[in-house]
């Protein structure tokens, strides 16, 4: 297991409501990256978090946003959901100097 | 172009075989290079990095060629437990922005 966790596993939402995702990082890393896994596809890229700040951001609308703790956990909301936000959202944990990232076990989330 | 590219396969391929899996990047400034497992509705986990001068872990032989620009990953012996999907990883143009291949699927068959 790679320490990092997320919540909820699952959830099921309705075109044009919010969500807020949860994500712990490993104990000694203090960076967070959050990907949104469509079916049949590779994790794409949403944002990276770092010290509370946002970090890079990859191709997704400002309706995606996220905040980091002091304890280095992440939130990931994305307002106004649209179907084809249906996906396996995942969160990474890293540190600056250790490149490699460990996932948590991702949210399933589907939006109806 | 995207920034990495993967065949998705699928690879069948019968036990004890050797299978070979390829990946090409667009940005000659990436600096870093993964392998990454995922198995079906589970998270990607980390197989192994991938150094300029090759690296092997077990049965697993990762290769990197900057010149072309791309990586490889070869699995010898291949047991049932190989089966899964195969993830290239490479970092992006922002410290470490990950980009992912879309994967290779593959089956090893008893």
């Known amino acids: 297991e790679t320490g990092v966790t997320q919540s909820p596993t699952h959830l099921i939402k309705t075109r044009g409501q919010q969500v807020t995702l949860r994500c712990s990082s490993q104990s000694g890393h203090n960076t967070v990256s959050w990907y949104q896994q469509a079916l049949g596809q590779g994790p794409q890229f949403i944002f990276q978090y770092y010290r509370e700040e946002e970090n890079g951001r990859g191709n997704f609308p400002p309706r995606f946003s996220g905040l980091q703790f002091p304890n280095y956990s992440s939130e990931l909301n994305v307002n106004a959901l649209e179907l084809d936000d249906s996906a396996l959202y995942l969160c990474?944990?890293?540190?600056?100097?250790?490149?490699?990232?460990?996932f948590g076990p991702g949210t399933r989330l589907t939006v109806l | 172009r995207k920034e990495v590219e993967q065949d998705p396969g699928p690879f069948n391929v019968p036990e004890g075989a050797t299978v070979a899996f390829n990946c090409t990047y667009s940005?000659?400034?990436?600096?870093?290079f993964f392998w990454y497992r995922q198995d079906c509705r589970k998270e990607p986990k980390l197989l192994m990095s991938?150094?300029?001068s090759g690296n092997e872990d077990g049965r697993f032989t990762a290769q990197l060629n900057r010149a072309s620009q791309y990586i490889s990953l070869l699995i010898r012996d291949s047991k049932l437990s190989d089966s899964a999907t195969y993830l290239c990883v490479v970092n992006g143009k922002i410290g470490n922005q990950f980009y992912f291949g879309t994967g290779t699927s593959l089956t090893v068959i008893p």
């Open positions: 940005n000659s400034a990436s600096q870093s």
């Open positions: 990474a944990s890293s540190s600056q100097t250790v490149f490699e990232q460990f």
């Open positions: 991938v150094y300029s």
